[in-house]
């Protein structure tokens, strides 16, 4: 704000001062033009005057300078005077005598009936006394040019000495300028030229006018001094208009040097602000939900939480996410997950306590901020509560989307002092909020932060186990129901932990969230899978394919399909012995088109597809049309209630119906009892797998166990359609 004021009277002052020396220099320039016109009108006829007076004898000789009544006859230079008053801008001739300092004053009278000499037949002195009778006499002389003619001239007379001072002002002509004795005699000691500008309020003589001066030389002596008075009302009319029209000029000119900078400055100024609005918004404000942003959490929660422990108040700090969000970005798109982030913002702030602060860290976690809480021992219920489940409304095909609320929930400062601290316990407590299907708000406790650092020992340890071999295949075999064939085996990873012996993917399934690690496991398996199938080609094992398990990381990397040809083939084997098996929500995500291409490069160089785990993710008939799908993998959660569930049982025979409709070789996983088998048998199903037949195996058993089980089948029943 300082800044501005300071902007603008720096602007002002320099508009005033630059209004001033225009000012300054108009009246400047207007005094050098009027001196320069009554130079030109003046002296001009000063000089013309001069030429004259030298024929004019009578006026500059007297017959007898020391007779003070010898004077001049002035009637000569009274005709010459009214030439001039007749032709140019001259109103008064004074011819002043620099001995006596006595004048003759010519001049026009103003165009009125008040002409008259106020001073005609007046005595001036009494003619008992010489002297006084020489002076009046001189006057009386002088008078006699008195009169009228076509010019109508005042012609007045008077003795500027201490005897014979000038008539009062109220004697004096109305229209004469008295001769200041001062400047005639500065004027006769330096025998030069001069020029006054004056300026008058007087109504009988012109506003601007102007004195000149012009010495006039008897041989090298000077005589005569003339002064003549120059109007100059007209060229001071023309100079004034001509200036303030150039003053108005420069005043435009003025405000468009400054009024365009300053509208600029303005504009500018303006656009910064909303710029710098926009800039402050950006840093604080999530653009999509309109929340406050991680940056303005960063800023904003030390200081509550100050606050907070200024006024011995509690506070509450819990961070939600919406499950199943990455399925809904990965299925609908980027817009619709944006479309769900706003709801769910709208949701928060409509069921959050009033003076709440919310915040979205990122992705789909926000975090809410109760403040103020004036107990230390509270139920965090009374302050906060949220309803498990969000529905959403998508615009894409107008569907409504259900979706479960996990939230972590750490108490200030019970649990923790610092933003910082308080987030990462929040984190925790989300993540096993999260360990549930449905989620839920969960409350930190201390042996979450054991959990977590048991799962970063789990993802070092398993880091370890990549590199030290101790991940090996284990195989589960695909058996025809019907026939009693085995028609193919998947492989599955086994983690032979040296303390905690033989470990399943539940056990390090942290670790695989880290898409490095995933894609390192593909790698290792994939080397011990054909380095197992090849020893089993060797021996003569029907084996006749082997299911693969792949992830998001194993398809993210370019060369995957090649890399997987290249190994069957240094191995001797043929891609028809490969089943590359793919969750649904892996084949669906924001990649969709790079994976798709990767597999169907396998499925043209002859591998089987296998879609895994159908049912659980978000696969439609429409999608499976697009996929190179060769064969469906029902999932165990549709077959362990088989039996009881209704429900179950008519998806399957859906999945059935669609499996044989379209072409596709359907297994059923999860089979554990004779009664599951028989009705899914009786359902129409083939191929089966599960602990019925076999818990996943070693290399070695799973070959003792395709040898035994398939010199018992019945020949001739098998079904597998030719891949």
Known sequence: MRKKLRTWAIVLIAGATAIGLSLFGAQ???????????????????????????????????????????????????????DVFEIGHMYQFDYINVNCHCHISLNTVPPTDA????????????????????????????????????????????????????????????????????????????????????????????????????????????????????????????????????????LLTLAAAIGYP????????????????????????????????????????????????????????????????????????????????????????QNVPTDSYIARLGGDEFVVVVSDIPKADFNYQDYFQLAPSLSVNIHEG???????????????????????????????????????????????????KADFFHRLKTR????????????????????????????????????????????????????????????????????KIVTDMAEWQRLGIPFRHVGINITDGDLKQSTFAASIVDGLESHGLKPSNLTIEVTENCLFGPEKHKFIDHLECL?????????????TGFSSITQLKELPVTSIKIDKSFVDDVIKNQDDRSIISAMLALGNSMDFNLVMEGVETQQQLDLLKQMGAELVQGYYYSRPVSASEIAEFISHQNQHSLPGTNTLRAI
């Open 28 to 82: 400047s320039l207007l005094s050098w033009a009027l001196e320069r016109e009554a130079r030109l009108i003046g002296m001009d006829w000063a000089h013309h005057i001069e030429r004259q007076l030298a024929n004019l004898t009578e006026i500059t000789h007297r017959d007898d300078p020391s007779n003070p009544n010898s004077v001049p006859d002035i009637s000569l230079l009274y005709s010459l005077i009214d």
């Open 460 to 527: 070092e340890e398993f880091r370890e186990a990549l590199n030290q071999s101790q991940i090996e295949p284990y195989y589960q075999p695909i058996v025809n129901m019907h026939s009693g064939t085995v028609e193919g085996v998947e492989a599955l990873a086994r983690w032979n932990h040296p303390e905690k012996g033989l470990l399943t993917p539940f056990s390090f399934l942290e670790a695989l969230q880290d898409s490095d690690l995933s894609a390192k496991l593909g790698q290792v398996m994939f080397e």
């Open 262 to 349: 300053t509208h600029r400055y303005v504009v500018a100024a303006r656009h910064k602000q909303t710029a710098d609005k926009r800039v402050e918004y950006l840093a604080n404000y999530d653009i999509l939900t309109g929340v406050h942003n991680r940056n303005s959490f960063q800023d904003t929660i030390p200081d509550l939480l100050h606050h907070c422990k200024e006024n011995n108040h509690s506070a509450l700090l819990i961070a939600l996410d919406l499950n199943g969000f990455k399925g809904i970005n990965d299925y609908h798109g980027h817009p619709v997950g944006d479309q769900v982030l706003r709801q769910f913002a709208h949701f928060l702030k």
């Open 603 to 615: 499925r043209n160089a002859g591998c089987a597809i296998a879609l895994d785990d159908f049912g």
């Open 115 to 250: 002409a008259a000499d106020p001073h005609a037949g007046h005595n001036h002195g009494n003619g008992d006394n010489p002297a006084t009778t020489s002076s009046f006499e001189r006057d009386t002389a002088n008078g006699q040019v008195r009169g009228t003619t076509t010019t109508q001239m005042w012609r007045h007379v008077f003795t500027n000495t201490a005897q014979h001072p000038p008539p009062p002002m109220e004697e004096a002509d109305p229209y004469q300028y008295p001769v200041n004795r001062a400047t005639v005699t500065r004027i006769i000691t330096e025998q030069s030229h001069g020029i006054i500008l004056r300026q008058n309020v007087s109504t009988f003589l012109p506003s601007t006018f102007a004195e000149v001066y012009h010495p006039v030389f008897d041989g090298a002596e000077l005589t005569y001094m003339m002064r003549i008075l120059v109007n100059l009302e007209n060229q001071a009319l023309f100079y004034r208009q001509f200036f303030w029209i150039a003053i108005a000029l420069s």
């Open 398 to 448: 107008n569907q409504r989307l259900k979706l479960g609320i996990s939230g972590g929930i750490v108490r200030f400062p019970q649990d923790a002092e610092t933003a910082k601290e308080l987030l990462q316990l929040a984190d925790l407590a989300l993540y096993a909020a999260k360990s549930t299907p449905s989620g839920e708000l969960r409350e930190f406790s201390p042996d979450m």
